[in-house]
């Protein structure tokens, strides 16, 4: 939605799936022949009550059927934002939205969710929707992990989405499964795949599936760049005194592409002194000041719950951001 406000596009609205397969209304921007989306919006964790984050069950079946929908709309240039998603199916929900069949071994429909994908055997894209159309989608990615192994999408990402260790190694398996598939549909492998494991896995699945589909390309760039430059952040920045900016965890993954390593990059070419606010800080000193950040705060009181989080957010982070100028002022 950052880049649909920022570039004036038409406000949309779509009823799709969530990852728990209940209806809900997903907002995106079109400017002409493109179209700006969001996987949050649709297959987002913070969409998703504690009892329902299962990545073993949930599906971008709605993020397909939002593609989908922007496509009839006439957009034929597709900018995806894939951070926040409650999954671990490599985008196969989302895909199978679009008419891609996926099925185990006797022919059949896998089920949804990242179970399913360990019933894998063969993927079907003759069947697509978009054959021919021209479709071409942008994937913003603000990580770099690959779809496989101890920084993959199931054990870096799986924890966040609900999963257990024992769940995790059950994710693993299914998205070697998927890449398995993915070999013998195209002919190459996927996890080599730089951010291939972001989403979930949604990046190596379009990639390496949607992408062969004829009339499709895919691409992926670093989200936080494409962002900085379409706000106008680095003619905005050298008239600034301070940078302030936010994460909702700042962690070892901060310095991995998210917005705040691009910020922080900029800023020090710049000379303009960068201070950060987040719900969490798992970082140092010396990692805080790596990054290249003169300050740090948390803005989470004490312990809560991810949803109380979610609820209170604009409040903390005004009540902590307007403490920290107080004390900067008099200074």
Same mark, same amino acid.
């Given at each position: ?10 406000? @949309? ?18 400017r002409?022949?493109? =179209? ?9 964790? *913070?969409?998703?009550?504690? !009892?329902? !984050? ?28 894939? +951070? ?6 490599? +985008? ?5 939205a ?5 099925? /185990? ?26 054959? %021919? ?8 990615? /603000?990580? $770099? ?7 993959? =999408? *199931? ?5 966040? @989405? +609900? ?8 994710? &693993? ?41 004829p009339?499709?390309?895919? &691409? ?14 680095? *003619? ?10 936010? &994460?909702?965890?700042? /962690? @070892?993954?901060s ?16 000379? @303009? ?13 010396p990692?805080? $000041? ?11 009181? %004490?312990?809560?719950?991810? &949803?109380?989080?979610? $609820? ?6 005004? $009540? ?6 107080s ?5």
């Amino acid at each position: 939605m950052i880049l649909t406000r920022t570039l004036r596009a038409t406000i @949309k609205h779509s009823r799709v799936h969530d990852a728990a397969g209940r209806m809900v209304q997903a907002a995106w921007g079109l400017r002409g022949s493109a =179209a700006y989306l969001d996987l949050a919006s649709v297959s987002g964790l *913070a969409l998703l009550p504690q !009892r329902l !984050r299962n990545p073993m069950k949930t599906s971008t079946r709605g993020l397909g059927e939002l593609l989908a929908s922007a496509a009839r709309h006439g957009a034929r240039r597709l900018f995806l934002g894939v +951070g926040g998603s409650a999954t671990v199916d490599g +985008g196969v929900g989302a895909m199978r939205a679009l008419g891609i069949r996926f099925l /185990d071994r006797r022919g059949k429909e896998i089920p949804e969710g990242g179970r399913g994908l360990h019933n894998l055997a063969r993927i079907e894209t003759h069947s697509c929707q978009w054959t %021919g159309l021209g479709i071409e989608i942008t994937i913003l990615v /603000d990580v $770099r992990n690959p779809l496989l192994g101890p920084n993959g =999408a *199931a054990a870096v990402f799986g924890p966040q @989405k +609900g999963a257990p260790p024992w769940m995790v190694r059950g994710l &693993e398996h299914g998205l070697r499964c998927l890449n398995h598939a993915i070999v013998h549909h195209r002919g190459s492998s996927v996890t080599g795949l730089v951010a291939g494991g972001a989403a979930g896995g949604v990046v190596a699945g379009l990639v390496g599936i949607l992408g062969t589909v004829p009339g499709v390309r895919v &691409e992926v760039v670093p989200g936080a760049d494409h962002v900085i430059d379409a706000l106008g952040v680095p *003619a905005a920045m050298k008239t600034a005194d301070w940078v302030l900016t936010g &994460e909702g965890r700042l /962690d @070892k993954q901060s310095a991995q592409g998210k917005t705040i390593n691009s910020l922080c990059r900029l800023a020090v070419d710049l000379r @303009k002194p960068v201070v950060a606010f987040a719900g969490q800080i798992d970082l140092g000193p010396p990692q805080i $000041r790596a990054l290249g950040l003169r300050a740090a705060f948390a803005i989470t009181p %004490g312990v809560y719950s991810l &949803e109380d989080c979610f $609820r209170h957010t604009a409040r903390w982070l005004r $009540r902590t951001v307007a403490h920290v100028i107080s004390l900067v002022s008099k200074s």
